[in-house]
């Protein structure tokens, strides 16, 4: 057994035998939420010796007990009851009636059914609504805040979209937002958000949940989410291409089965971005966030940490070049734990990196533009490896080790690191700024220009092709 399943084993035992209130505390410390069925028993309360004797027993014990107290029905239950509310809407539409289609955000910057949510403004079928959501995987004190900066956000971008501000209750508890839906569109596969606005409690209600996936998948980790019981409870699932359909039939409860094969639907706006003449060269540097001990260290993709004072140097060793610094949204907060950096080390080494001349930070919801207006990228990100493929642009990834192809990587991500330039080193992005960027070498354009059509379906109407699946089955 490889050591890191080794030691995925031994966690999961660990986990499952230690006191309740030991293991929340880490889940609480780590990720910032509680899950789905902690979330259901808050909604109930409990006195303080209920609460006493649930932190003394077993982690494993509370939640076998949890998932028979809170039973929802299972995802065959779920996919079981979707013909009779497709009948139900099918009616509504031929009696005249507007489908109300609600989008869940809880972040400006993950937002990848925004083309599907514009495609449906357009049409007379549907009437699309927008609810910000709390996201519990940040910090109590910035859940608002975000909310109230996503809210504002979003009613610039979407003008004619009506939007639902949703608040706490005084009990802590959140409104209920599908008595008056019909479709709901969910953000994400996981579990971040409060109950009511996870995916397993739109079961048994009269309304159809689909999923725009936000990252391009690719990787061995997306096999785990793909895999996961969550997946299982949507109507439909709209993926980007034949690879990773391949994968869902292969990891998914459902073999697929509910999975739409539409192209990469939020990359449709990229098709809307064009660059201005630049005489300067600008390369983008997309960092990601799984670092050791962060949110997501099974992935374990992200660089920062060993090459901290490399990317420190980038901007004052090349001046003719313009660096546009784009971390992942959760990569400051992962630096700013206690365990990593801290917090007033992550905030000096930004500040002084934001400092330099020849630095543009880009952490705004559309990065886009910042793909469109760049001449190449550099990085470590998951979804990005497949995404700067579509603007044809030459690319330098970072990997730790030639290792990590194969443990990290499904087929579909290494085609894309083939057509690559793969960095292990400071020497190896030096070379790549070198000879690629400046100098024009670049002898993986041809393997960038093959693989792009089997990465890029129906681009840029992916979103087209999803809405008309929905209605095919609705008409």
């Known amino acids: 057994m490889k050591r890191s399943a080794l030691k995925s084993a031994l966690r ?3 986990k499952n035998l230690v006191p309740y209130c030991v293991e929340d505390a880490y889940v609480r410390r780590r990720y910032g939420k509680a899950g789905y069925f902690d979330g259901l028993d808050a909604l109930e309360g409990g006195g303080v010796v209920a609460r006493t004797i649930r932190a003394a027993l077993p982690y494993g014990l509370v939640m076998a007990l ?57 049409d007379a079928s549907f009437e699309p609504v927008i609810a910000v ?5 940040h910090a109590a004190r910035d859940v608002l805040p975000r909310m109230e900066r996503c809210e504002r956000s979003l009613a610039a971008s979407f003008p004619s979209v009506r939007m639902l501000r949703l608040r706490p209750l005084r009990n802590g508890d959140w409104p209920d937002v599908l008595g008056e839906t019909d479709v709901v569109c969910y953000p994400t596969p996981h ?12 079961a048994g209600r009269d309304v159809l949940p ?29 993926f980007e291409c034949d690879e990773t359909m391949k994968e869902y039939r292969a990891h998914s409860i459902l073999r697929g089965g509910n999975a739409e094969l ?36 099974r992935l374990s993709l992200a660089n920062i940490v060993r090459l901290a004072d490399f990317f420190l140097s980038l901007p004052g060793r090349y001046r003719g070049v313009d660096f546009v610094f784009r971390p992942h949204p959760f990569l400051v907060e992962t630096l700013s734990r206690e365990d990593v950096w801290g917090a007033e080390r992550t905030r000096a080494y930004f500040s002084q990196l934001r400092s330099q001349a020849n630095v543009v930070w880009s952490e705004g919801p559309d990065y886009f533009q910042a793909f469109a207006d ?7 990100c998951g979804s990005y490896l497949v995404e700067y493929l579509y603007t044809g642009k030459p690319c330098c990834y970072i990997l730790k080790s030639p290792s990590d192809v194969e443990a990290k ?14 960095a292990y080193d400071a020497g190896d992005i030096d070379a790549f700024i070198r000879k690629v960027v400046l100098a024009g070498e670049d002898d993986k354009a041809a393997a960038r220009r093959a693989l792009l059509p089997s990465i890029a379906v129906n681009y840029p109407h992916a979103s087209i092709v999803a809405l008309n699946a929905i209605k095919k089955d609705l008409s």
């Open 12 to 14: 999961l035992v660990v």
């Open 66 to 122: 949890r998932r028979r107290r809170f039973r929802t029905p299972s995802a065959s239950e779920h996919q079981a009851d979707f013909p009779r509310v497709v009948a139900l809407l099918r009616e509504r539409l031929l009696s005249g009636g507007r489908l109300r289609a609600l989008f869940l955000v809880a972040d400006e910057s993950m937002f990848p059914a925004a083309p599907l949510c514009r495609a449906m403004s357009d």
């Open 133 to 137: 959501v709390p996201d519990f995987r």
């Open 191 to 202: 579990d971040s958000s409060f109950v009511r606005y996870c995916i397993r409690y739109s």
């Open 210 to 238: 689909i999923h725009v996936n936000y990252g391009y998948y690719r990787s061995v980790y997306d096999r785990a989410v793909m895999s996961g019981e969550n997946y299982a409870h949507f109507w439909k699932v709209f």
């Open 262 to 297: 539409s192209g990469y639907v939020k990359m449709d706006d990229l098709a809307l971005k064009s660059s201005a003449p630049r005489t300067r060269k600008r390369i983008l540097v997309a960092l990601h966030h799984s670092v050791e001990g962060g949110k997501n260290e």
């Open 374 to 380: 760049s001449d190449a990228c550099i990085q470590d």
């Open 409 to 422: 990587f499904a087929p579909l991500g290494r085609k894309c690191l083939d057509a690559c330039h793969i």
